[in-house]
């Protein structure tokens, strides 16, 4: 996906190619995509999508897996 943006990894987005990105990142992980996956196919880390969602004010999912509970 960082290809097909035309961003180079690690460049700086600002701008119409945030917004952009945003609007392809919020669809992708309201679809069920995780934000580790889409820092793996951006090219990006897990940081960079998590403010990304945050900004396009997307509802981020809680963290999925077993809670930890104390032994009984």
Do not use: C, W
């Amino acid at each position: 996906m960082g290809d097909s943006a035309g961003l180079p990894k690690g460049a700086r987005v600002t701008g119409k190619p945030r917004d952009k990105l945003q609007a392809q990142l919020k669809k992708q992980y309201e679809a069920g995509a995780s934000i580790r996956s889409l820092a793996e196919a951006t090219g990006r880390s897990y940081g960079f999508i998590h403010n990304v969602l945050v900004e396009s004010n997307t509802q981020l999912r809680s963290r999925g897996g077993a809670n930890r509970r104390k032994a009984s």
